[in-house]
């Protein structure tokens, strides 16, 4: 799933939202802290509006909220379910309506004591928090750790990433899961997360700009990554090209097509570098390269271009059979 978030705290046009967000399938958002019937009544709005969308509304809550609202409980929601519930309590909420357990603090003992008062296990997703306090998100370790877990008992796991526009308030400053995606580029963040840490699902929480949307979108549906990237004015006709499928640990490379080209001098290949190899280089001249390290002096390569240093993280998480698009932007 891939999801984007809304809050009844500013007015919005569900109507551009959507048009901007083509593709995803969630909706977030929150009536937590409700500020009285008009924020029941902007949600209520929003269901009746989404029921021809082609997306799922997930919404956070408590117990005093469903309590006062048990309505929810027929509308076809995922409800996240906050402080107030019991495991008995969640349980029983799963085996008639798809659910959310808070996967930043729900441990293994009352996961089991929630599954062990009969549970629907395919009806329960855990969603981290985010953080809109500064250095309060979570660390790296600690996630990696609450994902195991869920994933030992074949829950899915979902996190979030911060905005980089029309920040919510009242902190604005981003609304992570993890503390180091705070100020990083919502895009990176995105991919870090499904990469390096097998996240299921994401969900931008906030406002994200259209380039990293259409870059989330395009690595989320075809697994194509859009490096930013520097190239030499006569090698500008290279627009990427497809990782093969067996990785090096020092290099990406494309399913090479010979082509004869000139050796120029040598030179110290830096990670980020991207590369051609020359006629020295034999049957494998032509073949395209970025460097994952630094490679030393070589004379076999040509220097052709550089990934931006905005997106040299992304090559650490570049598999076999990858998309690559040089974004020139």
Known sequence: MLGFSLYFDRDFDLENEVSKYEGFDILFTSIHYPEGSETFEKFLDLCEKSLDKNFNICVDLNKDVLSK??????????L??????NPKEIAE???????????????????????????NKDNILAIH??????????????????????????????????????LRGPMRKGLPTLES?????????????????????IILAEGVDDRNISNIRDFHKDNRLSLKVRMNDEFNH??????????????????REY?????????????????????????YSGEIEICKRDLGLVADRNLIGKVDKEHIEL????KGGDDLVFDRR
Do not use: C, W
């Open 129 to 166: 928090n985010y953080y809109p306090l500064e250095f309060s998100g979570l660390g790296e370790d600690y996630l990696k750790r609450r994902n195991d877990l869920f994933k030992s008992l074949g829950i899915e796991t979902i996190a979030f990433v911060a905005g980089n526009e029309n």
């Open 181 to 201: 995606h705070r100020l990083k580029d919502p895009y990176l963040s995105f991919v870090e997360l499904k990469r390096k840490y097998g996240m299921d699902s």
């Open 93 to 119: 909420l799963s085996k008639n309506n798809r659910i959310s357990i808070n996967a930043s603090t729900i441990d293994r003992k009352i996961l089991e004591k929630i599954l062990a008062f009969g549970a």
């Open 69 to 78: 609202n048990p309505k929810l409980l027929d509308m076809d929601l995922i």
């Open 80 to 85: 996240r379910l906050d402080y107030g519930f």
């Open 315 to 318: 090559i650490d998480y570049i």
């Open 259 to 283: 082509r004869k080209v000139e050796a120029s001098t040598s030179f110290y290949a830096k990670r980020g570098d991207i590369l051609i190899l020359n006629e020295k280089a034999g049957r």
């Open 238 to 255: 290279i627009k990427g090209f497809r990782q093969r499928m067996d990785l090096s640990e020092f290099i990406l490379r494309n399913e």
